[in-house]
Nanobody, 123 residues
């Protein structure tokens, strides 16, 4: 059974940093696109970043230059390094595995999801 477990969320002041981790089990994910999404309070879930199998990374515009997605295939783990955090980054963050070909941005292309980890940016 596929399982994704996120960790690393918490409360941080504006300008601070956090590193999220997503440990995957039940399958080897080195041949899959791995993504991070977030759901701000009262809003729909949105794409944040994705890491493809050839090393390509993609980000939503609002996090470019601040967030970095990386993966360690030997550990079946994907990370999201978040720097220069802003209050608008406050959300529940989810990792996911893309199982359907197509846009990295579409939630429906991802079949496996973690339970989410809360990130709160506030002074």
């Amino acid at each position: 059974q596929v399982q994704l477990v996120e960790s690393g969320g918490g409360l941080v002041q504006p300008g601070g940093s956090l590193r999220l981790s997503c440990a995957a089990s039940g399958r080897t994910f080195s041949s899959y696109v791995m993504g991070w999404f977030r759901q701000p309070p009262g809003k729909e879930r949105e794409f944040v970043a994705a890491s493809s199998t050839d090393g390509t990374t993609v980000y939503r515009d609002s996090v470019k230059g601040r967030f970095t997605i990386s993966r360690d295939n030997a550990k079946n783990t994907v990370y999201l390094q978040m720097n220069s955090l802003k209050p608008e980054d406050t959300a529940v963050y989810y990792c996911a595995v893309q199982t359907r070909a197509g846009s990295y941005y579409r939630l429906k292309n991802y079949a496996y999801w973690g339970q989410g980890t809360q990130v709160t940016v506030s002074s």
